[in-house]
C-alpha cells in the first residue's frame, strides 16, 4: 500500500466471508482540500494488500465526512437493516458538535449508505471546550447481557455506552484519565492471560487508546491499562498503565481478533496503527510522505516481573525471511576493537533478524551500538545498553528532519531486560524502521527520511565482548 495521498486513522479490520476488510481513513485531496473518506483494502492474509476503492464517501450527507469508528456484521437483524448487514458506527463533525453517525452496507462491505445518526455529543452549548471530544466510537459484544458495549474518546476520559440495537444508547461510567491529553481510538477486549512458562492464568481486560505522553517524558502513542470490566466499569490494576509501543510514529492503534470482539476472551488479538504523528504530520508533505501503516502485530498477554504486559510481535515473523535474496551471518564473537559490517547491497527496503547472547560468564558490552541504513542513506542508531536494561532509538542524524520539535529530534528510550539472550527483527525502509525485541516484549516504530550518502550499516561494542549468534538479512515482504 503507497504513502499516497494522505492515510490517517486505521479501523478495525473485519473479516467478511473469509477476507480481511481494512477500512482507513483517505483524503485524496490532501493538502489543498480536507475531509476524510473511508477507503478499503483487502486481503487473505493480513500481509498482501488489494486496492478496493472508496466505500464510504466524504461529504454526502448534511453531516460531513466520516471519521473513526468501528464494524460489525448484524447476523441477527438486531439494528433493523437486515439479516448479516455490515454496520459501520463512527464519528462525524455534526451541527452541534462530534456524534456518532451509522452506515450499512449490503454488499459485503464493498460500498456504505448513509443510515442516521444514534448519538450527539452532550455539550452542545459548552462554549468554553475547544475540542468537544466525542469520538472513535469501538464496540464489543457482550454475549451473556445480548448487548453492545460502545467504548468512546470523551474529554478527560472513556465513556462506555450500551445499546442492544445499535441504535439506543444508555450511559454506563467512565474511566477518567486527566494526564495523557485527548484520548482518541479506545478500545476495551477481553485476553487469555499467561504466565512466564505460557500457563493459563485466567483472564482480564485491556482498555486501549491513543494518547499524549508529554506529561510522563513521552510523545503520542497507544496507551493501555489491563484490569477487569464488570459490565459497567473497568477497574485497572495499575493506575498508571504502559505503552504499547516504544517509538515515536505508533498512533490511532486498532484492534481486533480472528473474530469478533465479545464478552469471550481470545489467545490473542491484531493490530496495526498509523506510522505519523501529529506534531509534524502536517510537515511531511514536502517531501511526499502523507502517512502509511505499521505491518500488522499479534498482541499476547503475558505475566512479567512488573505485571501484565501486552506483547507486541509482527504478524507471521518467520515468513518475513523465507525469501532466496538473503544472506546469513554465522556464530561468532564481537569485540571492541572492531566494527562488524553488516553485508547489504543498498535496497530500499529490507529486515534484519539477531540473535546476540553475553559471554559464557554472563558478561555484556555496557553499550551496543547499531547502524541501520535504508538505501545509501544516512543512518538510525540503536543504542542497546545491558548495563542500564535500556534501549534507545536515534534518528537526529538520520537525514530529512520536517520539524525541530522535541517530538521529532528526541530520542526514543525503553526500558529491555537483558538476560543471556537478545533476539530482534527489524524492518527498515526508505521512511521509517519498525523493531521488535524478545518476540515482542518491546517494540519500537519510528519514521525517518534517510538522504542519499553511502553508508554501510554496521555493530560496535563498547568493550568487553559478546557472541553474535546469527544474522540474516534480506529484502522485507
Not at 266 to 276: G, S
Not at 400 to 418: D, G, K, M, V, Y
Amino acid at each position: 500500500m503507497s504513502h499516497l495521498p494522505f492515510r490517517g486513522d486505521p479501523q478495525p479490520i473485519l473479516k467478511v466471508n473469509g477476507t480481511w476488510h481494512f477500512y482507513y481513513l483517505y483524503n485524496v485531496d490532501f493538502p489543498t482540500g480536507n475531509g476524510t473518506a473511508w477507503k478499503l483494502a483487502t486481503s487473505h492474509d493480513l500481509i498482501h494488500w488489494r486496492d478496493a476503492d472508496i466505500a464510504i464517501p466524504k461529504y454526502t450527507t448534511p453531516y460531513g465526512d466520516p471519521w473513526s469508528g468501528s464494524l460489525i456484521i448484524d447476523h441477527d437483524d438486531r439494528a433493523g437493516l437486515g439479516k448479516n448487514t455490515i454496520i459501520a458506527l463512527c464519528t462525524m463533525p455534526m451541527p452541534n458538535g462530534q456524534g456518532t453517525a451509522r452506515w450499512f452496507s449490503t454488499d459485503g462491505g464493498k460500498s456504505f449508505t448513509f443510515d442516521r445518526p444514534v448519538m450527539t455529543n452532550p455539550m452542545p452549548n459548552n462554549t468554553t471546550i475547544k475540542d468537544k471530544v466525542f469520538r472513535d466510537p469501538r464496540i464489543t459484544w457482550f454475549e451473556k447481557e445480548q448487548c453492545w458495549i460502545m467504548s468512546l474518546a470523551e474529554i478527560g476520559k472513556i465513556g462506555f455506552y450500551r445499546s442492544s440495537n445499535l441504535t439506543d444508547w444508555s450511559y454506563l461510567s467512565g474511566f477518567l484519565c486527566d494526564s495523557l491529553g485527548t484520548l482518541e481510538c479506545p478500545t476495551l477486549f477481553p485476553i487469555v492471560a499467561r504466565d512466564h512458562q505460557g500457563h493459563h492464568k485466567g483472564e482480564r481486560w485491556v482498555l486501549l487508546c491513543s494518547a499524549n505522553g508529554y506529561r510522563h517524558g513521552f510523545t503520542t502513542g497507544a496507551h493501555y491499562w489491563v484490569g477487569q470490566f464488570n459490565g459497567q466499569t473497568f477497574t485497572p490494576d495499575a493506575p498508571t498503565g504502559r505503552w504499547l509501543d516504544g517509538g515515536s510514529d505508533f498512533y490511532a492503534c486498532a484492534i481486533w481478533g480472528d473474530h469478533p470482539l465479545t464478552s469471550h476472551p481470545q489467545e490473542y488479538y491484531y493490530a496495526i496503527a498509523w506510522k505519523n504523528n501529529w506534531d509534524y504530520a502536517t510537515e511531511l508533505p514536502r517531501i511526499n510522505y502523507y502517512g502509511s501503516y505499521t505491518r500488522v502485530r499479534t498482541l499476547t498477554l503475558q505475566e512479567s516481573d512488573a505485571g501484565y504486559i501486552l506483547t507486541n510481535n509482527f504478524i507471521a515473523p518467520t515468513e518475513i525471511f523465507h525469501n532466496l535474496q538473503k544472506q546469513t551471518l554465522h556464530k561468532q564473537t564481537l569485540h571492541a576493537t572492531q566494527s562488524l559490517p553488516i553485508p547489504l547491497t543498498h535496497a530500499e527496503s529490507y529486515a534484519l533478524q539477531a540473535t546476540i547472547t553475553s559471554t559464557t560468564d554472563g558478561q555484556w558490552p555496557r553499550d551496543i551500538t547499531i547502524t541501520f541504513q535504508s538505501g545509501q542513506g544516512t543512518p538510525f542508531t540503536l543504542i542497546l545498553s545491558p548495563s542500564r536494561n535500556n534501549v534507545n532509538l536515534k534518528r537526529d542524524h538520520s537525514g530529512f528532519a520536517p520539524s525541530q520539535n522535541i517530538a521529532w529530534t528526541a530520542e526514543r528510550n525503553a526500558p529491555l531486560t537483558f538476560d543471556r539472550t537478545l533476539t530482534f527483527t527489524a524492518l527498515i525502509n526508505s521512511s521509517s524502521i519498525e523493531i521488535v525485541f524478545n518476540d515482542g516484549m518491546l517494540s519500537l516504530t519510528s519514521l525517518a527520511f534517510p538522504q542519499l550518502t553511502p553508508a554501510t550499516p554496521h555493530i560496535t561494542i563498547s568493550d568487553h565482548s559478546c557472541i553474535l549468534q546469527s544474522l540474516t538479512i534480506t529484502h522485507a515482504s
